[in-house]
């Protein structure tokens, strides 16, 4: 049989055993929803003590929280390598447009399948624990390649990320 998902994962990651239920309700979604493209899942920091856990404690919360603004959409900024469930079909038909940049990959997938009007949802319920970077310049590497690819994505797909700002009401913009 063909494989009809693709679920993400980096090296560093791991999927927390509470999860598996709800990677279950995620292809059951999947598979009610034909114009779903896929499934950002919640991608948190691991245990690890220190100032730069918390501090990606942080910056992943504040990234989470923008699900909330767009999940009527069926939108998010990013299918993230660390977490994600995409419908193969949607891989295979986007893959092709893709630039071949590996900095900002699954931002610019992620950009493609909205593109081609595709829905993607958001799993709270799905966790992903993540390594946080040992070191401060480990870090910023990982900070510097991540806005490099966030520029990459923006500078080739900027016609679509322009019409989602303007449909957006005029007193939201400045959130964006």
Sequence with gaps: PEVEYVVLSDFDSS????????LLKVIADLDANPQLAGYA???VPDDSPGLLNEFQRIDYAMGRGFHKFIAKEQKTRCIAGAGGVWRRSVLEQVFPKHSGRHNGDDMELTALAMSAGFGIKYSPEMVIKTETP???????????????GALETFTREWKFYAKQVAKVPRLNRFGI
């Excluded at 999927?15 to 709800?22: E, I, V």
């Design 15 to 22: 999927m927390q055993p509470k999860s598996l239920d709800a």
């Design 41 to 43: 899942l919640k991608v």
């Design 134 to 148: 040992k070191d401060y310049f480990t870090l910023r590497r990982q900070r510097i390649r991540w806005e490099k």
